[in-house]
């Protein structure tokens, strides 16, 4: 598993973020780039390359992508103040009481893009630790929580084991072939 996280700069979440994919897919695996499709629920996916499992996060400064043999999901957030309104996807007070509430945001949301649910099923879900450890939902799954450029990542999967850190770079804007 690789994570890749690169500032916005001018382009904007949604053209950064691809831009990221295609740079580092191209890093990691050279050739042409995938066509992207997606399933019911959003999940995207490369259609000729199911062997090559991805996720894309955007933040109001930076994108994060994660690319992995295996089913993966990645969030991350600027710091900012979680909402009322937000509070309400958290299922239980005590969830609260382990974890900041910016870190429980990015790891239900990167455990309901794991497992290509709807946002919706984000209240459902229960984290707990185990000490050090996090413990997601689904017992087969792991997460882990990171900081990179003031933002709180997140990163929840099937399988592989995670690294360590994220790696940052940058992609310049005239890699970007996805318009925002």
């Not at 062997?51 to 690319?67: E, K, N, P, Q």
């Not at 455990?111 to 630790?129: D, E, N, S």
């Not at 997460?143 to 310049?172: H, K, N, Q």
Request: with cysteine; charged share 25%; proline share 8%.
């Amino acid at each position: 598993m690789k994570l890749y996280c690169s500032p916005c700069g001018d382009l904007g979440g949604s053209a950064a973020v691809y831009a990221l994919l295609e740079a580092v897919f191209r890093l990691e695996y050279g050739g042409d780039f995938p066509v992207i499709k997606k399933t019911a629920n959003g999940k995207p996916y490369f259609q000729e390359r199911r062997d090559i499992h991805f996720s894309l996060s955007h933040a109001r400064t930076h994108v994060l992508c994660g690319l992995s043999t295996s089913p993966i999901g990645v969030d991350i957030e600027s710091p900012r103040c979680i909402s009322l309104r937000a509070r309400s996807f958290f299922s239980k007070p005590e969830e609260l009481r382990i974890f900041d509430p910016l870190d429980l945001w990015v790891l239900k949301e990167s455990y309901v893009k794991l497992i290509g649910a709807t946002l919706p099923m984000i209240k459902k879900l229960q984290f707990y630790r185990d000490g050090e450890r996090i413990i997601p939902p689904d017992p087969n799954a792991s997460s882990r929580l990171y900081r990179i450029c003031g933002c709180r990542a997140a990163v929840s999967t099937f399988g592989e084991a995670m690294p360590d850190d994220i790696e940052l770079i940058s992609v310049p804007p005239s890699e970007c072939l996805y318009p925002a």
